[in-house]
């Protein structure tokens, strides 16, 4: 069974890794053409309806960005949900009883979640002006993440028993490792609180309404190798939170 657990969250991954970098060169590929034809030599607007390339330019954005970074959501939900019931397969505790299934629980309640934080985002959150896309944006981070620190605890402690005792390698070198439905609760507290941290500072580092973005927008007069320069260095500094967030989780 956990065989076939794994085959599962691999071929998710490679269907996410086909779909994800073909759709971004079919992407990349539509976007220059129709800017090099439309904008450059014609001397078009952005999206003008006398392009023609503009629907290869759309086409292109919908595979890139819709089928190629949902099928990327899907690997990863897949990989890390595999990786869960293999882990929790070790333990006889969860395997005796439906306890071995609350990986998937807590995946099933977050879709509820982010059905309540979609509703805010369509009912509650008025979008008028393209500069509200953003804001809606990070407010359903925020909301799903307080919604999902409260679902946690409760299937977390209603659902999986005081001690848990995971089988680490093979006999006779054969490891038991101890843990409680508490830890099991905080890691899964914690993972969240870092993806929140972590797309907060992504919104920082590229949106123009911070000053990461607006600096490199102002290296743009100077020259493009300033403008290379300047997008590489932000680039490398935006990942400094992010592994300070997933290192401090460990500790």
Not at 149 to 167: A, D, H, K, N
Not at 185 to 200: D, K, Q, T
Request: net charge negative; aromatic share 10%.
């Amino acid at each position: 069974m956990f065989e076939h657990l794994a085959g599962y969250g691999l071929g998710g991954s490679t269907v996410a890794l086909f779909c994800r970098v073909g759709g971004g060169i079919f992407t990349k590929a539509a976007d220059v053409g129709a800017d090099l034809a439309g904008k450059v030599e014609a001397g078009l607007d952005e999206d003008s309806p006398d392009n023609p390339a503009v629907i290869a330019d759309n086409v292109g954005d919908n595979v890139g960005d819709i089928a190629g970074m949902g099928s990327d959501l899907f690997g990863s939900f897949a990989e890390s949900t595999c990786a869960a019931l293999v882990v929790s397969g070790t333990s006889a505790e969860l395997i005796n009883g439906p306890e071995f299934l609350y990986p998937l629980v807590l995946s099933a309640t977050g879709i509820i979640v982010c059905i309540i934080t979609a509703f805010f985002a369509t009912n509650v959150m008025k979008v008028e002006k393209e500069e509200d896309i953003s804001h809606t944006l990070s407010w359903q981070l925020y909301i799903s993440t307080a919604l999902l620190l409260p679902t946690i605890f409760l299937v977390s402690y209603y659902f999986l028993p005081e001690t848990l005792s995971f089988v680490t390698g093979e006999i006779p070198n054969v490891a038991v490792v101890v843990a409680t439905k508490t830890g099991v609760m905080i890691c899964a507290m914690l993972g969240l609180v870092a993806g929140m941290c972590i797309g907060y500072f992504t919104d920082v580092f590229t949106s123009n309404e911070y000053a990461p973005t607006q600096e490199l927008a102002r290296s743009c007069i100077q020259g493009a190798a300033i403008n290379i320069i300047q997008g590489l260095a932000l680039g490398y500094l935006s990942t400094i939170i992010p592994i300070i967030c997933i290192a401090g989780i460990f500790f």
